[in-house]
């Protein structure tokens, strides 16, 4: 969606001690779901997606920066369930026949991201060594949002990819 915009401020975390936290962030949202068994039409898809995606991106961007060391666990973890109940409402939506496996493959994308954020966000100690933890895992992090972003493109819904 690009949900895990998370993935982006990890990094910029890193930067904390010397600066703070920059926000990126994940991109979910939550917005409306289809409320029949009905499929959406592709505009309805696209703006339904989109609103889940934008909205949940807003409600990340609202979370305070953390400060200190101690405070990033937490504020990852608050993000990483925003952008999860964001996913969930995505899930839920029914796509027009001819995007079901490209919205699959954003779901999928988007789930094994925050699955990765999740393992990283559960080894942070909130101590100097979550610098190397978040080190360590940025480069597949990095991939994973590129691989979430592609997705959301090839879905049509460039208002999901990340900034």
């Given at each position: 969606?690009t949900?895990p915009?998370?993935?982006?401020?990890i990094?910029?975390c890193?930067a904390?001690?010397?600066g703070?936290?920059?926000?990126?962030?994940?991109?979910?949202?939550?917005?409306?779901?289809?409320?029949?068994?009905?499929?959406?039409?592709a505009s309805?898809?696209?703006?339904?997606?989109?609103?889940?995606?934008t909205?949940a991106?807003?409600?990340t961007?609202?979370?305070?920066?953390?400060?200190?060391?101690?405070?990033?666990k937490?504020?990852?973890?608050?993000?990483i369930?925003?952008?999860?109940?964001?996913?969930?409402?995505?899930?839920?939506?029914?796509?027009?026949?001819?995007?079901?496996?490209?919205?699959?493959?954003?779901?999928?994308?988007?789930q094994?991201?925050?699955?990765?954020?999740?393992?990283?966000?559960?080894?942070l100690?909130?101590d100097?060594?979550?610098?190397?933890?978040?080190?360590?895992?940025?480069?597949?992090?990095?991939?994973?949002?590129?691989?979430?972003?592609?997705?959301?493109?090839?879905a049509?819904?460039?208002?999901c990819?990340?900034?």
């Amino acid at each position: 969606m690009t949900f895990p915009r998370l993935i982006l401020p990890i990094a910029a975390c890193l930067a904390l001690v010397a600066g703070g936290c920059g926000s990126s962030d994940d991109d979910g949202g939550g917005g409306s779901t289809s409320s029949s068994g009905d499929q959406l039409s592709a505009s309805e898809y696209k703006q339904q997606a989109e609103k889940i995606c934008t909205d949940a991106e807003k409600a990340t961007d609202a979370e305070p920066q953390p400060t200190k060391v101690e405070d990033i666990k937490p504020y990852f973890q608050k993000n990483i369930d925003t952008t999860q109940k964001a996913l969930d409402e995505f899930k839920q939506l029914k796509p027009p026949s001819d995007l079901q496996d490209k919205h699959q493959a954003v779901v999928d994308a988007e789930q094994a991201a925050l699955d990765k954020l999740q393992d990283v966000t559960d080894n942070l100690k909130g101590d100097a060594s979550d610098t190397a933890t978040v080190q360590k895992a940025t480069a597949d992090l990095d991939k994973l949002s590129k691989d979430t972003d592609a997705a959301s493109k090839a879905a049509g819904l460039e208002g999901c990819v990340s900034n």
